[in-house]
């Protein structure tokens, strides 16, 4: 039987790794024919709702999603295919970072769509925020992401209105040299 003190000493990145697919379908896309971006959203979401979920056992819920350019819209017929994991944790939130690809099966390549980072916030028996595992990165690619998983919770929460700008110490540290 595990611990809660075992399972508050961290958990790898790897194991909340996801990969959702979806057929873009007629009523999925606009009148060009291209996936809508509200319907990827939807499907963004659920892929780092499975994600957060998987570090923390424990129901999620969305708290921000970053900005969401999209490079290159993803045709009706194609399969949308996402990949989400949790970069970071926090004391009760998570960061999921998410890669979008279209995949075109009749001319046979595969084209990148957009990617995003999501917040999800663990939630006890009560929906009331509850702590998470911290996140053990792996490989270099996941120290990465956990390295600038910081900065990019500070510029969230300046944004939000959550933080003022000269208590962001990480930001200010790419700008300011003492």
């Known amino acids: 039987m595990t611990t809660i003190a075992s399972k508050m000493d961290g958990k790898v990145a790897s194991e909340s790794f996801v ?7 007629p009523n999925d896309t606009n009148v060009f024919g291209n996936l809508m971006g509200g ?3 939807y499907w963004m979401d659920i892929a780092a709702g ?14 921000s999603v970053d900005n969401l350019s999209f490079k290159n819209p993803i045709k009706l017929g194609n399969t949308v295919h996402i990949e989400a994991k949790v970069t970071r944790a926090f004391n009760t939130s998570m960061e999921i970072h998410l890669k979008v ?29 509850r702590p998470v595992p911290p996140v053990l990165p792996e490989t270099d690619e996941e120290r ?8 990019r919770r500070q510029l969230r929460l300046i944004l ?18 003492e």
Not at 118 to 123: D, N, P
């Open 19 to 25: 990969i959702m697919n979806e057929l873009v379908l």
């Open 101 to 129: 690809w279209g995949e075109d099966h009749l001319h046979q390549y595969r084209y990148e769509s957009n990617e995003a980072y999501f917040t999800f916030v663990a939630l006890d028996p009560n929906s009331k925020p």
């Open 144 to 151: 990465k992401q956990y390295d600038g998983a910081l900065r």
């Open 50 to 63: 499975i994600a957060a979920g998987r570090h923390c056992n424990a129901p999620c819920m969305t708290a």
């Open 39 to 41: 319907r990827l959203m």
């Open 160 to 177: 939000a209105g959550k933080m003022k700008p000269d208590d962001a110490s990480e930001l200010k540290a790419l700008f300011i040299k």
